[in-house]
């Protein structure tokens, strides 16, 4: 009988999703009792949890999350529609934020502070988003991943144009999240994230009212 690779693949990202479960019980005799888990921006830590809420509940958050976008993956009605690179990026974001950020999380707590938390945050997440920009223009109308609004969702030309100008404005806005860890700190942030949000709103409505009003797109 042959394997289904989608099993398999969902197998493999929830064991990796509980790799720093591991990591953490092996540290746990040496992690304080109250791991630090949230900073500000000038990298000072204002957010706490205890340590075994961090080692076994934070892996197990993070592979509940990649349990339900495994699901919202093969249960969407239009999942053939998403494409190979997209599913590769739906399947293995939440193992990867697991690992970096909880190992980073313990390393941090035993006091290895090379890298500052307030610049390890906006980069990870900075690259994250210039990565799901390149693939935006790519991405064909569905229910799972890109911008489901509800005039994506009614007018494909409407998702498609959407999703160009969104994927050129993404990059451009994941830049700014990574430059935003040296220079402009939590301004630049916001300017950046406000602008990813509401112009893709704003430019897909205006395309739905053109064509409502018998405008040619």
Known sequence: MKKNPENRSLVISTLLCLVPMALGLALYPLLPDQVPTHWDWQGNVNGYMPKLAVVVGLPLFFAALNGLMHFSLRADPKR???IGNIRLV???TMPVLSVLVLSYTYLWALGWRKIPMEK???VLVGLLIMGVGNYLPKCRQNYTSGIKLPWTLYDEDNWNRTHRMAGRLWMVGGAGILI???WGGSTLL???VGMMILVPVIYSYSLYRQKQR???L
Request: hydrophobic share 60%.
């Open 90 to 92: 739906i399947r293995w």
């Open 190 to 192: 916001l300017i950046m």
């Open 180 to 182: 935003s860890a040296f």
């Open 120 to 122: 390890f945050i906006p």
């Open 214 to 216: 018998g405008g040619k």
């Open 80 to 82: 053939a529609n998403i």
